[in-house]
């Protein structure tokens, strides 16, 4: 039943490009988006003028990415914040705001209790989840489920990627219902989108080469992930996997914090792990990654790169270079995270750990 691997995780993990197939498969036709449960009107979704997004853990990574593509598609101020954090700072709350909830189980207890004050409140509430008939959608006003099938590994993986699929669909309805994006605008958006599970595919292959770097990075103190833009939360989701799977110390940065404390974790042999943006896509920013790494380099860390194929300019500060296909930018992190994943999954196994079942935590956190 795993498929031929020695844990549930890995067989997720390479399930992920029919993850992402099958969540956008029957949401987008005839150049607009389709939701599965839609109780908001045309009006009050055009009306909406303040979104909020709101979940916990990996959830909550990809709702950091939910940000960069519904003010950049719909130009609406974004605010992503933890679930747990919420409703106990009396957030401004109205008829024209919009509660995003995420949840793969839909039964995560601050998640609910979130989706449950931003109703008092009237805010309108629109639920993501990967399953059917969960109590945070049968809350909620309008719900879109990823359809990336059951996940065993009590670590989020395809249900992840699956959820930044769905937060851009989202991100192309808002846009549509305000009409800040024509419908060829839309589709090509779209269409962006559809290609993406062909790009995990091929970054798949990249699976041998990390479980062999694994072996290597097993005994390390501690890890580090740097990222910036949708890089950034791909650090913490990196740091978060290693943390929970391999119970290593290990943190994400934004790269631009490093010189405001972090720098000075660097000693000789730390492991860092860097996203690198497209030197195409992102040219300003792929240059300040570079003069990052240098830097830590320099400072004897053991740089781990994950850049785009034909990334030239990093191959010399890369100690470790894992490539990517070349995506547009929104989209990196759909395949960028497949290698932090494999990492922490064989960085565990090497340590001897439970991969699907790590220890203290539990799939579907129903407790607050
Ligand atoms: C990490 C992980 C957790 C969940 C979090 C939210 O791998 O699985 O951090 O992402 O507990 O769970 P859901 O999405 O069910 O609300």
């Not at 990334?311 to 100690?319: C, H, L, N, S, Y």
Request: charge should be negative; proline fraction near 5%; aromatic fraction near 6%.
């Amino acid at each position: 039943e795993k498929g031929g691997h020695d844990y549930f995780m890995l067989k997720e993990i390479e399930e992920q490009p029919e993850a992402l197939s099958n969540t956008l498969r029957g949401h987008f036709a005839d150049g607009g988006v389709v939701l599965d449960e839609q109780r908001i009107s045309e009006q009050d979704l055009r009306d909406i003028n303040k979104v909020f997004v709101v979940a916990c853990g990996t959830a909550y990574h990809s709702g950091l990415l939910a940000k960069y593509a519904i003010e950049h598609w719909c130009r609406i101020p974004v605010e992503v914040e933890l679930a747990s954090e919420f409703r106990y700072r009396d957030p401004v709350l109205g008829r024209d705001t919009l509660v995003v909830a995420i949840s793969q189980s839909g039964e995560t207890a601050d998640t609910l209790e979130a989706v449950r004050h931003a109703r008092t409140q009237h805010a309108r509430v629109l639920a993501i989840s990967n399953t059917n008939g969960s109590q945070i959608p049968r809350e909620s006003d309008a719900v879109l489920y990823t359809h990336a099938g059951p996940e065993i590994g009590v670590a989020a993986t395809k249900t992840f990627l699956a959820q930044i699929a769905a937060n851009y669909l989202v991100g192309l309805a808002l846009a549509q219902a305000r009409g800040t994006k024509y419908t060829d605008e839309l589709e090509h958006e779209f269409s962006e989108l559809a290609a993406m599970p062909e790009a995990v595919r091929s970054v798949l292959e990249t699976v041998p080469q990390v479980r062999e770097l694994a072996t290597r990075m097993c005994d390390a103190k501690a890890v580090l992930f740097l990222g910036r833009h949708v890089g950034y939360p791909v650090a913490l989701e990196g740091a978060l996997k290693l943390k929970e799977l391999a119970y290593m110390h290990a943190e994400g940065f934004a790269a631009g914090e490093l010189k405001h404390g972090p720098i000075a974790l660097i000693e000789d042999g730390l492991p860092v792990v860097v996203q690198m943006p497209s030197a195409k896509g992102h040219s300003q920013l792929h240059a300040k990654l570079l003069s990052n790494i240098r830097e830590i380099q320099a400072r004897g860390a053991r740089t781990v790169v994950i850049a785009e194929e034909g990334d030239e300019a990093v191959r010399p500060f890369a100690d470790e270079l894992i490539e990517i296909p070349a995506v547009p930018t929104l989209l990196q992190p759909l395949v960028s995270t497949v290698p932090l994943q494999v990492l922490a999954a064989e960085i565990a196994r090497h340590r001897g750990y439970d991969v699907d079942k790590p220890r203290n935590l539990a799939k579907s956190v129903t407790v607050e």
